[in-house]
Structures are given as structure tokens and as C-alpha cells.
């Protein structure tokens, strides 16, 4: 069902965002991320369920919003970006070394995208912070290596991003997604 669901992952700061937005001129239909949309509005009501405030709330948000988003994205007829997956919710508990509720692992399991996963590496030399994103740079490391796992772990296979300009990242992906 979720073939056509491509999924970009990686740690803060690795270009996911931006080659998905670069991809988007080209037409191809993408999901947003969850954290970062979680983040504001969470700011703007005064709300817990925030990375620094309450990670275990946090992490549930965004396996909602990634279910929710897995709904909306099978609606559509071509390839679809998903900026992050509900197996990024499993990743980020386990990075967070907090438990992981069987839901979670359940969700994971049944919410299946295209076998390939796109995931970008850390890359120092883009790699910044800003008022939603303050990870540092050990876990924005991190953070792609749990995640590298934590798909592998579901049977996927991780094409990981090569760190080059985003046309070429743009030129790789649309290849995969059979529209170069």
C-alpha cells in the first residue's frame, strides 16, 4: 500500500528538508515533518509536548502525526517524500534511551513505505541551530545512526545521501523514484 511513500530520514541539519523542497520544483508530492511542526505549535500554546520538555509526550505526537500523514500521502496517485516516518518515532525513543511502548513497535511494523529509505548523513559543514532544531552535533551523529538502524532493523534498505550539492542529491533521488 505504501510503495510509493519514499521516506527521507537522517539527523537534524543533514539537508533532508531542503532536498525535499528542491525535489518539490520538480513535482514530486512530499509530507512535512512532524517534529518541527510539533515544535511550534506546541511553543505557540504554552504546550509539553516538546523535545526539552516531556520526550516520551513528544515522541507520541509525532507517531500521530506520522500515522496521520501516512493516511493523507497514500491518497496520492505518484511518489511521495515523507519528511521523516512513523519508524522515526521508534528511532528517536531508543535515542532518547527511553522505553518503547509496543504500539510504537507495532506501528512501525505496519506502516510500510517504499523498501527504500533515503537517509542523510551528518554533515558538519551545514549542519547549524536554530529555535526549534538544538541538538548539537554529537546527536545529530547520533540521531543518523540510530535511525540507519532502526530501518535496517524493519527490513529496509538505506540508500544514504552522498554529501553533495542538492542538485546531484535531487538527480540520485529522482532516479530511484523513476523520474530522472
Known amino acids: 500500500m505504501g510503495d510509493h511513500l519514499y521516506v527521507v530520514t537522517g539527523g537534524p541539519g543533514s539537508g533532508k528538508t531542503t532536498l525535499i523542497e528542491a525535489l518539490g520544483l520538480h513535482g514530486i508530492v512530499s ?16 504546550g509539553q509536548a516538546l523535545p526539552w520538555a516531556d520526550r516520551g509526550l513528544f515522541a507520541q505526537t509525532m507517531l500521530s502525526w506520522d500515522m496521520r500523514s501516512y493516511h493523507e500521502a497514500t491518497k496520492h496517485p505518484g511518489p511521495v517524500l515523507m519528511d ?13 534511551n527511553l522505553p518503547v511502548p ?3 513497535e507495532k506501528a512501525a511494523g505496519m506502516f510500510r513505505y517504499n523498501p527504500r529509505v533515503f537517509i542523510a548523513p551528518h554533515w558538519p559543514e551545514i549542519f547549524g541551530q536554530d529555535a526549534e532544531r538544538k541538538q548539537g552535533e554529537a546527536e545529530a551523529r547520533a540521531t543518523f545512526e540510530v535511525m540507519q538502524r532502526t530501518y535496517q532493523s524493519l527490513g529496509y534498505e538505506v540508500i544514504i545521501l552522498p554529501k553533495v550539492c542538492v542538485e546531484d542529491r535531487v538527480a540520485l533521488v529522482l532516479s530511484h523514484l523513476g523520474q530522472s
Do not use: F, K, S
Not at 36 to 45: C, K
Open 31 to 46: 509530507m512535512p515533518e512532524a517534529g518541527r511542526a510539533i515544535i511550534r505549535d506546541q511553543t505557540a500554546i504554552g
Open 84 to 96: 521523516r516516518g512513523v519508524p522515526d518515532t521508534l528511532g528517536y525513543l531508543r535515542l532518547c
Open 102 to 104: 509496543a504500539h510504537v
